[in-house]
């Protein structure tokens, strides 16, 4: 996450508000302003507060800085000459100098650096263990290296260097890694904030116990690995080979060293890895000609690289078209089915049937995995000067093993080396051009295997569906157990005790109630036309009243879903489990027969549109209400994405589907649809995109290819109408197809405050609304790696300091728009308070 708060931090561009950047190069201008143009300090030289080291070719600067917004703290640093706030090495990380600009530092006569205070106080020193050498001189290296050389020590001299006491950046040359010899470490660690370069919680490591294998932990918690490395590239990222031609990754391996090290091509631009507050790593180019820092790379990428995801012989894979993301390999089912279901997949999966190893005659045999980031290797035992098939016949042998891979593939075919895995495999993923995983199963599950031609492909996908299945039996049990037990009055106290329950966090236990057909034919008055609410794809919703004095809406699904009952029974008791102030909460469910029903609670104010696009209604909003329904939206995004552990991706985000309540806070709706429609969407039609063109991103109107990033593009969407009260498709300002290209012009001509609501001026603050403009901006971009994660986005909203990234030229929606409308446009209508979808066909 936070790409662009990393960005931001050593981007800052806001190309047209010069008064924005100003006080940013301010203080940058005050620390070179009497630079010393030279790249080294002499033995018993200093450099005072002011004063600079320059590389040769100036690439590079060493002086002090104070970062954005903190200019009481000094410290001792150094930043790219093009880009001052790309900081990539800092010496007093610990202890800043406060208040004071007299610090200075000094290279004494042993070779020591020490950077002083105004007192004379050491805040930081060099710590050189060598022996005192005759003369020694400091030099900053156009690599962004400051060493200290002792003249009278033959070859390099090297008495100390920066490069081997990384703060948060990679620079090429540099190694992560590890001397098995000494046990000293090259790591990475965070900044705590991005104007606080103190040591911050995540640390990215060479993980050297099996094969090589950057790890990044945020404190104790193992959030990311590459896997391991295979002689080309690490098994998780083969896309490194791609950019090969600019920068060239190797990783040393010697009794001294084990190390990743990066070199950068000569005409490649300046690159730097950098690990940011929030541990995610990325490799940023800078672009000279338009003075910005691209993202070249980023880890951890989606869900599925979060560590051990799936659990223990759990397989992730991001490209499927359900938000289960977790299988098993094959061979193995989950440990429980009702909590896998639940997208808990933690407890992982077991084998379906017991090997046979060590019974004589032995029985088992081994399963290919293809295309796979190899298992967490540490504890492994490898050997790299093996065969395949030796390390086939070694796996064999040894009980405990369970599964086997090439160690190295650059000899290509079928790889060489041996890396072999004890009693389970954890955080295996399914990777473009991934390696082979050969994990070991009993020989019967091989004879199914022959039964079904495209097991291989089949056998993940039946899995998770038999998961489905029985976690859905169990509910049928469960719920038949309750029918028979309960009649209608208890599950009217239930449902009243449910709606009374005021415990924010969620209950564990929580029992859905289900509600009786019956009981919802009186309570909507046999859903009368006078108690409809609203009317869309999935169905009508009704305004009801429960249990007398409960006020509910009932949202009766159009017989289209095909979805089993049990299915669907899983996905609702599912989707009641995700509770948080700004979602709509799902109270209970009711099935008879075909017809499906949703019990939600019931909003007293209208949908976000009523408002917005109402002239006389949008008078309500003011600045401070609008700003409120912002970050309220982004907060309940990231508990869907995120924070409710399921990761839940909307795909039809729009202000019909943001609720407000009685104190105009937003509440998300219908983040349940898409999935409960999705099963069927799967199997019955591919073609179908669930959403409502204006806010879906390109990448999904365009291929159907969904992720987190897809509601930041309607979430941008969303702002930019609030902010404007203007409809994505505006129509009537006819020099602009839609929105996004209205806001984007006005942007670049440096008069993004004209996209105000003319209602707002007057409680309007500038500096947030034009803060809020340019984040809506960031969010939809075409690249959906470019737009920032929805943690990004609150982030930025509530950090007025942070600086932004300056967001790309929208492009391809602008185009698109006008032939998404000829093949229909939206047919929701939401007057109603319960919003409603639609389905388009492409
Ligand atoms: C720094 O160097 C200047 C002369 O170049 C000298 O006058 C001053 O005392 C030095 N300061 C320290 C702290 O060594
Ligand atoms: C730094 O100086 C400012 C003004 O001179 C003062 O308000 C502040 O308390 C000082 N901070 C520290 C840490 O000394
Ligand atoms: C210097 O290094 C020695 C040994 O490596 C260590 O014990 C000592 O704490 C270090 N001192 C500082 C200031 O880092
Ligand atoms: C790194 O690149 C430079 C030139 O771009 C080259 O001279 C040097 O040998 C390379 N180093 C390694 C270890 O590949
Ligand atoms: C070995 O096979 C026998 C009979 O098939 C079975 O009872 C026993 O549990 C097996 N032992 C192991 C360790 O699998
Ligand atoms: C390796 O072993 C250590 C110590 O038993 C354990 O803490 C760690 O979780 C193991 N790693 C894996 C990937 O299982
Ligand atoms: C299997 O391999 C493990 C790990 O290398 C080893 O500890 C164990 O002794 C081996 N077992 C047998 C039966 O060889």
């Known amino acids: 996450m936070a790409s662009s708060i990393m960005e931001a931090q050593t981007t800052t561009r806001f190309p047209n508000h010069p008064a924005m950047i100003f006080p940013v190069l301010l203080l940058f201008l005050r620390a070179s302003a009497a630079a010393i143009a030279s790249d080294t300090l002499s033995n018993g030289g200093n450099i005072t507060d002011g004063e600079t080291l320059v590389s040769a070719s100036g690439s590079f600067t060493l002086g002090f800085f ?291 190893c060590g019974n004589g005659t032995t029985t088992d045999g081994f399963m290919a995995v293809r295309g796979v980031k190899l298992p967490d290797t540490d504890n492994t035992t490898v050997d790299m000067s093996s065969t395949l098939d030796e390390c086939r016949a070694r796996c064999f042998a040894n009980c405990s093993c369970v599964a086997y891979a090439a160690a190295d593939i650059q000899g290509g075919g079928a790889g060489s080396g041996c890396v072999m895995w004890m009693n389970y495999i954890v955080d295996v993923r399914y990777v473009d051009k991934g390696q082979d995983l050969y994990v070991r199963l009993a020989k019967s599950e091989f004879a199914k295997e022959k039964r079904m031609d495209v097991a291989r492909i089949v056998l993940p996908v039946l899995a998770s569906a038999l998961a489905l299945t029985s976690a859905g039996l169990y509910l049928v049990w469960i719920c038949r157990l309750r029918g028979q037990r309960r009649n209608k009055n208890i599950q009217k106290k239930e449902i009243l005790g449910y709606l009374n329950a005021s415990n924010e966090l969620g209950d564990e236990n929580l029992e859905l109630p289900f509600v009786s057909f019956g009981d919802i034919i009186t309570a909507t008055n046999n859903f009368s036309e006078a108690n409809m609410l609203g009317q869309g794809g999935f169905g009508k919703v009704y305004k009801g009243m429960l249990d007398e004095n409960k006020e509910v809406a009932i949202k009766r699904l159009g017989q289209g879903s095909g979805q089993g009952v049990e299915e669907f029974r899983n996905e609702v008791v599912l989707i009641a489990k995700l509770q948080h102030r700004n979602l709509v909460r799902l109270l209970g469910c009711c099935i008879h027969g075909d017809e499906k029903l949703l019990i939600y609670e019931y909003l007293s104010n209208k949908s976000l549109d009523s408002f917005i696009f109402d002239a006389a209604s949008k008078k309500v909003l003011d600045w401070p209400t609008r700003f409120k329904i912002i970050k309220g939206i982004s907060r309940g995004l990231i508990y869907l994405h995120q924070d409710s552990r399921l990761t839940i991706i909307h795909r039809d985000l729009k202000p019909s589907n943001i609720l407000l309540d009685a104190d105009m806070s937003p509440k998300i709706s219908d983040f349940g649809m898409a999935r409960i429609f999705g099963g069927n969407q799967h199997e019955a039609n591919t073609n179908r995109v669930v959403g409502t063109y204006g806010y879906m991103s390109p990448e999904y109107a365009m291929d159907g290819a969904f992720s987190v990033k897809s509601d930041t593009y309607s979430f941008g969407v969303i702002l930019l109408e609030i902010i404007s009260g203007l409809k994505i498709s505006l129509t009537h300002i006819t020099d602009f197809p839609n929105l996004l290209a209205y806001a984007w012009s006005l942007w670049k001509e440096g008069k993004a405050m004209n996209l105000l609501d003319s209602s707002l001026v007057g409680s309007c603050s500038p500096n947030e609304a034009l803060r809020c403009i340019h984040i809506g901006l960031l969010c939809v971009q075409d690249n959906p790696n470019s737009r920032p994660l929805m943690s990004s986005v609150v982030f930025m909203l509530e950090n007025e300091t942070t600086a932004l990234s300056a967001p790309k030229q929208p492009v391809y929606f602008s185009q698109r728009y006008s032939e998404a409308q000829e093949t229909g446009e939206n047919t929701s209508s939401s007057m109603n308070n319960m919003s409603v979808t639609v389905l388009e066909g492409r």
């Not at 005192?132 to 690599?143: F, G, Y």
């Not at 391996?253 to 300046?270: G, K, L, M, Q």
């Not at 894979?317 to 359900?322: D, G, Q």
């Open 66 to 356: 104070s970062p954005t917004g903190v200019p009481a703290k000094r410290y001792l640093g150094i930043w790219f000459t093009a880009s001052p706030d790309a900081v990539c090495w800092v010496a007093n990380r610990d202890t800043p100098l406060s208040n004071t600009t007299s610090g200075v530092l000094v290279l004494g006569s042993t070779g020591i650096l020490r950077l002083l205070d105004g007192s004379g106080q050491t805040a930081w020193s060099s710590n050189t263990t060598s022996p005192a050498p005759a003369v020694a001189q400091a030099q900053l290296l156009d690599s962004g290296n400051l060493v200290v050389r002792g003249q009278s020590i033959g070859g390099g001299g090297v008495l100390w260097q920066s490069f081997d006491h990384p703060s948060n950046t990679l620079l090429a040359g540099m190694r992560l890694g590890k001397n098995p010899q000494t046990g000293a470490e090259w790591s990475l660690t965070s900044w705590r904030a991005p104007n606080d370069p103190t040591p911050g919680e995540c640390r990215r490591v060479m993980d050297t116990k099996g094969l090589p294998d950057c790890v990044s932990w945020q404190g104790n918690v193992k959030k990311y690995r590459t896997g391991p490395w295979n002689g080309l590239w690490f098994s998780g990222v083969p896309e490194m080979a791609s950019y090969s031609e600019l920068f060239s990754n190797q990783v040393v391996v010697r009794p001294d060293e084990i190390a990743y090290i990066f070199n950068a091509t000569a005409d490649a631009p300046f690159s730097r890895l950098v690990l940011s507050e929030v541990g995610v790593l990325q490799r940023l180019a800078w672009d000279p000609a338009s003075r910005v820092w691209n993202t070249f790379a980023q880890a951890p990428r989606d869900v599925c690289d979060d560590y051990a995801m799936c659990g223990a012989f759990g397989m992730c894979n991001v490209n499927t078209a359900s938000t289960l993301f977790c299988s098993c390999i094959v061979g193995f089912s989950p440990v429980n089915p009702t909590q896998w279901s639940m997208r808990e997949s933690g407890g992982g999966c077991r084998r379906n049937v017991p090997l046979e």
